[in-house]
């Protein structure tokens, strides 16, 4: 039992769509890649750590980000029902925007909000075989987070949030049976 709940859990994150993930959306966390999340001090704590908005200077804070992505195309060589075939994907380009704001400090309380779009991109094949399962796949997603935070004592704090997140995407693929999907 416990072999097929090991393999189940990796099978799992395998599987979780990683090229459609944007972890990184302040330009801290650009810089510092997964080390943010610790270290988490200025407007993007509303994001990556609420509860250490409590600790940033007094005043307000805010932070606006476009990251740009850049995804070249990508060239499928293979064998498709006996036959060798390639096929070229599209290029790709992005602009992701990321909002980060914490408040004032009212008596013990900083309150913040942010919004990031944490994954989303597209792939387009326009030949065949890549076009027959995958003729584009595009994935938005956008989030907000409101969230308030409060000290427990000088060295530690609590924060409590909610997020809000709103996803689209569109599937479609030609060959013998085609299929578009909008969601």
């Known amino acids: 039992m416990n072999k097929i709940l ?8 395998a599987v979780m769509a990683a090229g459609y993930k944007i972890p990184e959306s302040s330009l801290k966390a650009v810089a ?13 704590a509303s994001y990556y750590n609420p509860a250490n908005m409590v600790f940033n200077d007094k005043q307000q804070s805010i932070e606006v980000d476009l990251t740009y992505i850049g995804l070249g195309g990508s060239t499928f060589t293979g064998t498709a029902n006996g036959d060798s075939s390639g096929a070229t994907s599209e290029a790709e380009n992005f602009l992701v925007p990321a909002l980060f704001y914490v408040s004032d400090q009212e008596d013990d309380l900083r309150f913040g909000v942010s919004i990031v779009s944490p994954a989303g ?13 995958a003729e584009e796949f595009t994935l938005q997603t956008i989030e907000l987070n409101p969230s308030v935070a409060v000290p427990v004592g000088d060295k ?18 030609s060959s013998v049976i085609s299929r578009e999907m909008n969601g």
């Open 6 to 13: 090991t393999v189940s859990l990796a099978a799992a994150t």
């Open 32 to 44: 510092l890649s997964s080390a943010n999340v610790a270290n988490a001090y200025g407007a993007d």
């Open 121 to 133: 991109l597209t792939k387009r094949w326009d030949e065949q075989p890549a076009k027959a399962s």
């Open 156 to 173: 530690a704090a609590v924060a409590a949030g909610v997020r809000f997140v709103h996803s689209s995407g569109v599937v479609k693929s």
